[in-house]
């Protein structure tokens, strides 16, 4: 059975996911109030919406959807990448939420993932930061970060944000940091500095080897060490390409 697909004000999606066989296209609006209507007539599986909506905003759109007796799985897809943003949305119960530029790859995955686990909003969550939280842990343990450093804790959430955001990673500073700060009640500064000395302690613990092992090739040599963002990306990259999440 195909995935039922809702477009709201991303027409420019359309091409990419029609190249899935599992996908079809039920209606594609250019309002959050053409969008509900056609929801109660249609009846979407999924409903990928941007939040800058006409006549009814991305938000009230998302609450509206929530109050349908069946509401359809959310995925924003929206040029706003501010945590305020991300934020707001998940907390209105959206399943994913997509920086523009997607990646095309990303943006399919989101779509079919969660339907292959047989459930969907709450159970697909659990069970996918279960998996990538042991990937995590197990590439942390093979690199040498210790468990019992701040900088562990801040390198686990920038990754499991990048990966649920990938261009999350071309703002590190003003978007990343302060992401990751909100999470653990502290500041931007004092992250950079924590996942700074993480990946100083994983370099002089002699471990490049195994740095290099996990991604197949010579990525880097004991004096040539990745920045926070680098390492951040190429963790993330992975995790993604190995439908981590």
């Not at 969008?35 to 006549?55: G, Y």
Request: glycine share 6%; aromatic share 6%.
């Amino acid at each position: 059975m195909k995935h039922r697909i809702g477009l709201v004000c991303n027409a420019e999606l359309a091409d990419t996911i029609l190249q899935c066989s599992d996908c079809e296209i039920v209606y594609d609006v250019d309002s959050g109030v053409e969008a509900f209507q056609m929801q109660e007539r249609i009846k979407a599986d999924i409903v990928v919406t941007e939040l800058l909506t006409p006549k009814l905003d991305g938000y009230l759109l998302i609450e509206q959807l929530k109050t349908m007796a069946n509401p359809p799985r959310i995925i924003v897809v929206s040029e706003l990448k501010g945590e305020v943003f991300l934020s707001k949305a998940y907390q209105l119960g959206i399943n994913q939420y997509i920086v523009k530029p997607v990646v095309s790859s990303h943006l399919i995955n989101c779509i079919v993932t969660p339907a292959k686990l047989g459930k969907v909003g709450q159970t697909r969550s659990i069970e996918n930061n279960r998996t990538l939280d042991e990937r995590i842990t197990n590439i942390f343990i093979s690199v040498g970060i210790p468990a019992h450093i701040k900088g562990y804790q801040y390198l686990r959430q920038g990754i499991k944000l990048a990966v649920d955001t990938p261009t999350i990673i071309n703002s590190i500073t003003k978007t990343l940091y302060p992401a990751i700060a909100e999470h653990f009640s502290t500041t931007p500064s004092k992250v950079e500095r924590a996942i700074r000395h993480a990946i100083e302690v994983a370099w002089n613990r002699g471990k490049i080897e195994n740095i290099n092992s996990i991604f197949g090739i010579r990525v880097y040599s004991n004096s040539d060490k990745p920045t926070n963002g680098e390492f951040i990306a190429l963790i993330a990259d992975k995790m993604l390409l190995e439908c981590a999440y």
